[in-house]
């Protein structure tokens, strides 16, 4: 690559699918063959997660916890003392030592039987002290974090404000006192995981150099500190029972060693590059494999209803719509795994690639696709979609809790990132970087035709290879719309104005990568198969890349469509009724200012 750094994720000399996706270019090669799980790896997996199902199904009652909004007395402790905080940590610190994508099927299990006891899980594991031990070197920092580890106590991250969590800087502060030796911190942080029960927080705090350069840092800050305070428990529509809440920093003493001290890169970013790396992939443990979870949930009670249920004495199951809803929900729980399989096993197998880019995408491609399987669900099952599980109880239904599922699975899309605001970050920060300066393959990106797909030996039905040449021309077209763009408005500030064309930018590479790690993995599903080492079904895989690419396809469509009047938007040469552009900002500042459109409050009552 000619630009190896033009951001903050890239790595130079370690190659990512999306990465060279971004820049308009097709690696197939860096996808298939698709990665697999060795068979030791797997047994340690299965072994773990038939134990976490057993202790589950014995300690916690999921419908307890949703109607009490609590967790059981002591169960941090029995989890703890099981190891499941300390997922990959060494079984000298009580860990279990399981790989990524072991910790990941571990949460997946969780959340199956109880969503907050995942969140705990996931936070504790993805971005708590056993998460950061690893990476922090010898000295005061580490030793704290062994000790919380080896004491068996939740910890969490605290960075949002009450300001919001997509400032740049963050209003809570750290001030060098004793020469030094210590900092006082003083803020308010907000939708904090663990803080009415932790007894450990990596807290972002602003800190002014000499030069009066205010730097985002982290310092790690124990809960009976003098000034720390936990405030009472934050309610949520769902994950009730998951310890959420705030917390508030009064003038508290954290020694200089308790701080996280990293390098700076060429590359600012919102958090530090330890954190960063730590949400990445975290996201996935806390993020994705939740709602692969509830989108696997779904398909069963899907099955259940559709069963069971019929309409004028034909079986539900016979109607052409059930069969296509069932398909697409199929594909898409399909596209939702491979996409972390793809993220996870890949870095399992060692450090060749930079998976960073894939495991960042991964967070809205799961969640979203989650999101739309529950309600499609939702829609298929109706009125009873809809009741509670505690009111079909009542009257003898199947109690299924798909509407709790729905308001847990909503607040996937908003942890860790609101989804639009996230794609806004990654065409912002990432793929734009590779447009600005214009590229070294610009001219082929301009004038030159879609390279053909070469499949090298992927096995692939007729028409699952006409997929692959539709992703790779597609890919193409990416990189040349990118190029376009950036020609169009040569000011990079300018254009990171447009924010619905950055989202636009965004969602089709996430589609373009999720259509092609499906084909990656129904070739490597076939090749087990012929081989006979397949657990997972040869055609099934081919089907279902083949039902979520035919209707990725049409998303893709819609979403060209969509970039291209957006693009005309935002340089003014739109075709709206009446000529030029369609008024969104008039319109908006008007009803903030409450100057207009004045009917659309009519008739609302009013505090």
């Known amino acids: ?311 004028d004495g034909r079986p539900l199951g016979e109607y052409e719509e059930i069969r296509r809803q069932l398909a697409e929900s199929l594909s898409e729980a399909f596209a939702i795994e491979s996409v972390a399989r793809a993220a996870l096993l890949a870095e399992d197998g060692g450090p060749a690639r930079n998976l960073a880019f894939e495991q960042n995408a991964a967070k809205n491609i799961g969640s979203v696709i989650a999101g739309r399987i529950a309600d499609r669900t939702t829609s298929l099952l109706a009125a009873e979609g809809y009741e509670t599980a505690a009111s079909k109880a009542r009257r003898g239904a199947p109690a299924l809790p798909l509407e709790q599922a729905v308001r847990d699975v909503r607040n996937m899309r908003i942890s860790g990132g609101v989804d639009f605001q996230i794609d806004n970050w990654i065409s912002g920060r990432n793929i734009l970087s590779y447009y600005y300066p214009e590229p070294d393959h610009a001219q082929e990106l301009a004038a030159g035709p879609a390279p053909a797909a070469d499949p090298g030996d992927a096995v692939l039905t007729v028409r699952n290879r006409a997929h692959l040449d539709t992703v790779a021309a597609e890919v193409h077209r990416f990189g040349r719309t990118c190029l376009s763009l950036a020609r169009r408005c040569p000011d990079r500030a300018r254009l990171s104005l447009q924010e619905r064309v950055l989202i636009l930018v965004s969602q089709l590479s996430a589609e373009l990568l999720t259509m092609s790690t499906v084909l990656a993995r129904a070739a490597g599903m076939s090749a087990a198969a012929a081989d006979g080492h397949g657990d997972e079904g040869d055609g099934d895989g081919q089907r279902l890349a083949d039902v979520y690419c035919t209707a990725a396809r049409h998303r893709l469509a819609d979403l060209w469509q969509r970039l291209d009047h957006a693009v005309a938007e935002g340089d003014g040469s739109g075709d709206g009724a009446g000529g030029g552009t369609a008024d969104f900002a008039g319109l908006s500042t008007a009803w903030l200012a409450e100057t207009g459109p004045r009917h659309l409050s009519d008739d609302l009552p009013t505090a």
Not at 150 to 163: K, V
Request: hydrophobic content about 40%; some cysteine; aromatic content about 8%.
């Open 1 to 311: 690559m000619a630009h190896p750094t033009r951001n903050f994720i890239s790595d130079p000399g370690r190659p990512s699918f999306l990465e060279e996706l971004y820049q308009g270019r097709f690696r197939w090669d860096l996808l298939h063959p698709f990665p697999h799980q060795d068979t030791v790896d797997r047994a340690h997996g299965d072994e773990v997660v038939s134990a976490l199902r057993e202790f589950l199904r014995r300690r916690v009652d999921p419908v307890a916890v949703e109607a009490k909004g609590q967790l059981p007395d002591g169960l941090v402790t029995e989890l703890h003392d099981r190891g499941y905080l300390g997922l990959q940590l060494d079984q000298k610190l009580g860990g279990l030592e399981l790989s990524h994508f072991n910790t990941f099927r571990v949460l997946e299990a969780a959340a199956g039987w109880c969503f907050p006891v995942a969140l705990v899980l996931g936070i504790e594991n993805s971005v708590g002290a056993p998460a950061f031990l690893p990476v922090v070197p010898e000295g005061p920092l580490k030793e704290l974090l062994h000790r919380h580890v080896t004491a068996g106590g939740l910890s969490g991250t605290a960075d949002t404000e009450p300001d919001g969590a997509a400032n740049q800087r963050r209003f809570t502060t750290a001030e060098p006192v004793e020469d030094g030796a210590a900092y006082l911190l003083n803020g308010h942080k907000v939708f904090v995981g663990h803080a009415p029960v932790g007894t450990l927080f990596s807290v972002t705090a602003s800190v002014v150099d000499e030069d009066g350069a205010a730097q985002n840092r982290v310092f790690f800050v124990e809960a009976d500190t003098p000034g720390f305070g936990n405030g009472a428990a934050q309610e949520f529509s769902g994950i009730r029972g998951f310890p959420n809440g705030w917390i508030t920093l009064d003038n508290v003493r954290v020694p200089a060693g308790h701080q996280l001290v990293e390098a700076e890169g060429p590359h600012r970013s919102r958090l530090t590059p330890a954190v960063s790396r730590l949400v990445m992939r975290g996201r996935l443990h806390m993020i994705v494999a939740p709602s692969l979870a509830v989108a696997k949930r779904c398909l069963h009670w899907s099955r259940e209803f559709v069963n069971r249920r019929s309409v």
